[in-house]
């Protein structure tokens, strides 16, 4: 698996690295939260270790979250190599649990400000995160994308479970107000996410 060089900090709190993948012809990419005082990886692909290792002096991690069962990346080798849980859904992983496994659910919260929002409709597992400070943070898996030449939209229907059922999820389930959402496939938005959104869904209603 080839490796990201760079960690961005877009924002206070918020990390995010990326490659493009020329097999699927997507950008792959990974972000960092600091929450509660403790960093936690979501859908990790490999960082170059002088850039890990500049987020792991941000703060001690605390586990690695996983958002749906097309995001396994370098979850376990990062599990492994921080001594940290792997956060997901039980469809995540259709198989053997990860030996580090802590099962997740939608209206739960991993610590005081990091909430999960299951999204249904999209892969097997989906689910958002969500942080409240500073404005509203959301992390999304497939979901949503943000990349050329779509640009920012739904999930195409080939790769969704049931469109329909995910944009309604979508429109129900990701009503907090949020300034940004970051990707697993894309570039952040880092102001006006809720706009964006809203634009978005009520487009193709």
């Known amino acids: 698996m080839p490796v990201a060089c760079d960690l961005y900090q877009p924002f206070p709190g918020l990390f995010f690295w990326q490659y493009y993948d020329s097999k699927i012809k997507a950008d792959l990419c990974s972000s960092a939260i600091l929450a509660s005082g403790k960093i936690y990886l979501v859908d990790p692909i490999l960082l170059d270790a002088s850039q890990l290792d500049r987020l792991r002096k941000k703060a001690p991690p605390a586990g690695i979250i996983v958002t749906n069962a097309n995001h396994a990346r370098a979850s376990d080798y990062y599990s492994k190599e921080l001594s940290v849980p792997i956060l997901a859904q039980r469809a995540t992983f259709k198989g053997k649990n990860p ?107």
């Open 99 to 205: 030996l580090q496994f802590v099962e997740i659910s939608g209206g739960r919260k991993i610590c005081p400000e990091l909430e999960v929002i299951a999204i249904e409709g999209a892969v097997a597992g989906e689910v958002a995160l969500y942080d409240p400070l500073n404005g509203g943070t959301f992390i999304v898996g497939d979901a949503l994308i943000n990349f050329e030449p779509s640009g920012f939209t739904v999930l195409p229907r080939k790769y969704c479970l049931n469109q329909r059922q995910l944009r309604q999820s979508l429109w129900e389930r990701l009503t907090r107000p949020a300034e940004r959402m970051l990707f697993a496939h894309g570039t952040p938005i880092l102001s006006g996410a809720n706009a964006h959104l809203r634009r978005l869904l009520e487009s193709d209603s």
